[in-house]
């Protein structure tokens, strides 16, 4: 795990392969207790436990709430990178679907209509480069539905390399989607933040080396 930066109200860190963001044992809220010596850290956002990149943690109650009333108002920006199989129609668009949950399968899949447990999740992305029949996605998130990015662009017949669960069982490469970038509002100070940071140097990442740098 790597720490980004902290403050007395937050901490922004990477969150690796294989590690729960929510706070269960051994997840992230535990490791930044353990790193920080700290009792209070708080979850405003996840991220599917394969899927690596930026996170921020509050550090207070009251930063959490703050936090989380940013992002139910649409002020928290979240932006991922992706390689998809494919290349989409268009080089920019959006994806709006109706999205459904199995719980009992742990699936989330694209509903034909309005129902219980079926909400709506639109998003919009950027082709940034195009390798070996992989398209390098940019994707800027206006809902945060399970496994959003993943179900939309599969069922688009674009699923995401490495994604077992959505895409091709015979992938062998670790899912790739990274989360690139956070930006919002300090919690105390108001002052507006961005972090990003780029993948690993790991395929598939690194056959798109150029395009991720930041732009």
């Not at 899927?51 to 649409?74: C, D, F, N």
């Not at 002020?75 to 129609?89: D, N, S, W």
């Not at 399968?105 to 909400?119: E, F, M, Q, S």
């Not at 674009?158 to 919690?187: M, N, T, V």
């Amino acid at each position: 795990m790597e720490i980004i930066y902290q403050d007395n109200r937050i901490v922004v860190a990477i969150k690796p392969v294989g590690v729960l963001s929510t706070d269960e044992l051994n997840g992230m809220p535990t490791l930044l207790r353990n790193a920080l010596g700290t009792v209070c850290i708080r979850t405003v956002h996840r991220l599917d436990a394969q899927v690596s990149g930026l996170m921020v943690y509050a550090r207070s109650a009251k930063a959490a709430s703050l936090l989380s009333e940013q992002i139910r108002t649409h002020r928290f920006r979240k932006e991922y990178l992706a390689v998809i199989h494919g290349r989409p129609e268009k080089d920019r668009g959006s994806f709006r679907d109706l999205l459904g949950r199995d719980a009992a399968k742990r699936l989330t899949y694209v509903a034909n209509a309005p129902g219980k447990d079926v909400r709506e999740a639109l998003l919009d992305y950027e082709v940034m480069d195009f390798c070996k029949g992989y398209s390098l996605v940019r994707v800027f998130l206006h809902t945060g539905r399970t496994h959003q990015i993943r179900v939309q662009f599969a069922s688009r017949g674009l699923p995401l390399a490495g994604d077992r669960k959505y895409g091709l069982p015979e992938d062998s490469c670790p899912i790739a989607l990274w989360s690139y970038c956070l930006q919002f509002d300090h919690p105390q100070t108001q002052q507006a933040l961005t972090f990003t940071r780029k993948p690993p140097e790991l395929e598939p990442w690194t056959w798109f080396s150029q395009s991720t740098e930041q732009k």
